[in-house]
């Protein structure tokens, strides 16, 4: 069984800037967020879990809080098939830098898939193929996983896991303040 969760609120969060490979603290807000899901997940996981984390900072540090809050055992576990999609050169770009800096860009393009079209970001199929490793490796160890990721990474990974097309996967919600049960094939989306 797999529980899936966001980090919390950031920094660019506020501001409207898209973090990618970039980093930014987490908010007041992002620390509250963190500390509901570690006592959500402490009603939810046993004490001795694998804790995964991507090893963006703001991931980090919410899988941090978890695993206090929580009462996990054991040590967290930082994989880089977790960070989230990279938009290369339009990471911690607001949507108007997007549009000074590559006019046109996005022209066409739902608000759901415009994240690939970054002239040198990461492309959905090689996104998907990190985290499918992520997701085979997990299913080879038996026992409980806690995952902290972000929100367009989270979006594919659930799709992989329910094998879920692509259109619909980056439709799904990204919540700061609520986990995904991700156990049988299916998804479960669970409030903090």
Known sequence: MIIL????RT???EEGRYQGSCDSALTALGLEQARRLGVLIGTLAPAEVMLWSSPLGRAEHTARIIKDIAGLDGE???DERLREVSL???DGLTDEDIESTSPGACDGATRFDWFFR??????????ETRLSSWLAQVRQQPGFHVAVSHGL?????????????RHEALRLDVPHDAVFRLHGGKC?????
């Open 5 to 8: 969760a966001r980090h919390g």
């Open 11 to 13: 920094e660019f969060n």
């Open 76 to 78: 967290i576990v930082l």
């Open 88 to 90: 290369g050169s339009w």
């Open 118 to 127: 970054a002239p040198d970001g990461e492309r959905y199929d090689l996104v």
């Open 153 to 165: 990474s989270g979006r594919i990974l659930r799709g992989v896991y329910t094998a879920m097309p």
């Open 188 to 192: 479960e989306r669970i409030d903090a």
